[in-house]
């Protein structure tokens, strides 16, 4: 094949992409993922935040190295081990980033939401779903970011949350969490 054929069949394929991806985001934009799904937006005060130049030199990083950690709770409750108190240096408020992981484990028609708090105050997102529905009989690795945009200098605690939404049985194995901060 020559040269300018195979420049042709790439421009080609390239276009062919180029156009389902186009309108693969108008069709998710106005009807969203699939039938029935929330339309996607753009970012609201109260929806979402958005952190600029979030200046975090320091990591702390905590792990409880357990499986079957449980709970039936449809409030959050601490993850057993999984808490840590940090100190936020300078003067001026500044963010702290929690990176959160662990295999998780829903049985039957179960649902799992985890969160991570700073003195008590759920992180934004303020939960996310974990574990739904497990078919299987082995636990999968998940993560989660959250985020804390406007916390002031000296010590904080924060710590790992999980809850069921129904008060059926879910579990954490091995959870994880790093925390980064000023």
């Keep these: 094949m020559s040269s300018i054929r195979k420049r042709l069949v790439i421009l080609t394929l390239a276009a062919f992409v180029a156009t389902a991806a186009i309108t693969t985001a108008v069709y998710a934009s106005g009807r969203g993922a699939a039938d029935g799904g929330v339309p996607a937006g753009g970012l609201s005060d109260q929806a979402s935040i958005a952190i600029t130049s ?105 710590t790992l949350v999980f809850k069921s939404l129904d008060g059926k049985t879910v579990f954490l194995h091995r959870p994880a969490m790093e925390i980064e901060h000023k």
């Design 54 to 158: 979030c200046k975090s030199g320091k990591s702390d990083f905590v792990t409880n190295d357990v499986t079957g950690l449980s709970t039936t709770s449809t409030s959050y409750v601490a993850v057993p081990g999984v808490t840590k108190t940090v100190t936020i240096s300078g003067t001026a408020p500044s963010c702290v980033v929690v990176h959160a992981s662990a295999f998780a484990f829903a049985p039957g028609q179960a649902l799992e939401y985890v969160s991570a708090t700073l003195d008590g105050n759920l992180g934004n997102p303020t939960e996310v779903q974990f574990a739904g529905d497990t078919q299987g009989i082995w636990a999968e690795a998940h993560a989660a970011v959250f985020a804390f945009p406007n916390v002031s200098p000296g010590s904080h605690t924060v």
